[in-house]
């Protein structure tokens, strides 16, 4: 590529371009990582500060995705038009600084003001992220290069399982925060001086075509009134929804009705079941880039496939009396419930235009943690209270169970986005953009 198609800017190699993403893998990593160590040390904080399983599912799911959410708009119309490193740089540091912070609350209260602030750091991350993708990125291995990105998720939760498990173990929870945060800020410096903002429309051709951004009052119906973008959006929600929700209780589960340890159960779920959703992750968007060269609704098949049969494996292994066994057969759903990530965003990707991506992101990364990251680790922990005086011990496992039963929503929503997938990618394609263009 030369420097008169990058619009004058240095050209971006094949290995640039990896470097990049893999920098925004570690970044993203990080994200995840700081987000969920709290999974594996709410057992800890629970007895040391006298929570309820309620102020849990608070602290962790709907308090956090509020702030995270509703931030993600205002920043992603930020990353539209402005330099999109240094909206993630500085995104870094402030998570980074707060998951630290988390390390020193006294109380519920100090506890959910750190970890909002946590979310409120995390909103600068992911559409800034997609939309720098995007353009590194040409349509045809978006999904798989999302899928790449989208192992910051796997990845970040393994650590964050294993780091916290182990240093609370030996050290105290308080330790872990410390541990993980701070070494976030120092990313921050490297990735800034690193990586670069690519010309916006670089992987699609439109350098220097005027794009201005459109309106907020015109480009949210826009967004909102596309089919394809609507259902892949509450299909993700719905899948997030039961993710989060046992990504957050199953640790607790196993401590409290097996009787595991914290270490041994963070060192299962990390090396386990964490490796078989990054595997699902990376497998999702290589597999559906694949076949779609045959027939674009594959991008909405496989996360459907997925969705729908991991549900009988969740239910063999909740009932299941043997941890070992469980955590076994968790390593089936594990891996398919992570298909979804890089063919539906990656679609939305290609879908949206240059100028709207950050904020199509942000749109789809609302309606996904609104429902899933808020209500999912919410909703289980108040139904583990109410159910706790029915079944006495089991309370948390029926509550689980209950939330899987959104799979088949989730599925259902992937089966209706396949319907108006390709006309909506057929429209998209048309060179001339425009926020009528989807």
Same mark, same amino acid.
């Given at each position: ?44 904080? *629970? @007895? ?83 939309? @720098? ?43 872990? +925060?410390?541990? !993980? ?7 921050? !410096?490297?990735? *800034? ?56 209780? @199953? ?17 299962? +779920? ?25 027939? *674009? ?10 969705? @729908? ?21 968790? !390593? ?47 909703? !289980? ?34 089966? +209706? ?22």
């Amino acid at each position: 590529m030369s420097a008169l198609e990058t619009g004058g800017a240095p050209p971006v190699t094949p290995r640039y371009r990896s470097y990049v993403l893999a920098m925004l893998v570690v970044v993203y990593v990080f994200n995840f990582l700081d987000r969920q160590i709290v999974t594996i040390l709410a057992e800890p904080i *629970k @007895l040391d500060l006298g929570l309820s399983d309620t102020q849990i599912g608070l602290m962790t799911g709907l308090a956090f995705a509020v702030f995270y959410t509703v931030l993600g708009i205002p920043i992603a119309r930020l990353a539209d038009r402005a330099n999109r490193t240094t909206i993630i740089t500085s995104a870094l540091v402030i998570w980074s600084g707060m998951t630290a912070l988390c390390g020193m609350a006294q109380n519920f209260a100090q506890m959910l003001a750190a970890r909002i602030g946590v979310g409120v750091g995390e909103a600068g991350c992911s559409p800034p992220a997609h939309s @720098l993708i995007a353009d590194y990125y040409p349509a045809e291995s978006r999904a798989s290069a999302m899928s790449i990105y989208a192992l910051g998720i796997p990845i970040g939760s393994i650590l964050g399982l294993l780091a916290g498990g182990w240093i609370a173990e030996f050290y105290g929870w308080r330790a872990a +925060f410390f541990i !993980v945060g701070l070494p976030g800020i120092l990313l921050a !410096v490297a990735f *800034k001086l690193t990586v670069r903002e690519p010309l916006r429309g670089l992987s699609d051709g439109t350098v220097g075509v005027a794009t201005p951004q459109p309106p907020l009052r015109d480009t949210l119906p826009v967004l909102l009134k596309n089919r394809t973008i609507m259902h892949m959006a509450m299909g993700g929600a719905l899948t997030s929804f039961v993710g989060y929700g046992l990504g957050q209780w @199953l640790p607790a589960f196993f401590i409290r009705v097996h009787e595991m340890g914290i270490a041994e159960t963070a060192t299962y +779920f990390g090396l386990v079941l964490g490796v078989a959703s990054a595997i699902g992750t990376l497998l999702g968007g290589n597999i559906a880039d694949r076949l779609a060269r045959r027939d *674009k609704r594959m991008y909405a098949w496989v996360p459907a496939a997925g969705v @729908l049969a991991a549900f009988p494996f969740y239910v063999f292994a909740l009932m299941n009396n043997s941890p070992y066994v469980a955590i076994a057969v968790l !390593v089936v759903p594990s891996l398919l419930n992570s298909l979804w990530l890089g063919p539906a965003f990656g679609t939305i990707q290609n879908i949206a235009p240059t100028r709207m991506r950050a904020l199509a992101s942000a749109v789809v990364l609302f309606i996904l943690n609104i429902i899933g990251l808020g209500l999912g680790p919410f909703l !289980v922990g108040v139904l583990s209270d109410a159910l706790e005086g029915t079944f006495p011990g089991e309370g948390l496992r029926w509550a689980i169970l209950i939330a899987t039963a959104a799979y088949f929503w989730a599925g259902a929503h992937f089966l +209706f986005a396949a319907r108006s997938l390709r006309e909506d990618l057929q429209r998209a394609s048309v060179p001339a953009e425009s926020a009528t263009a989807i």
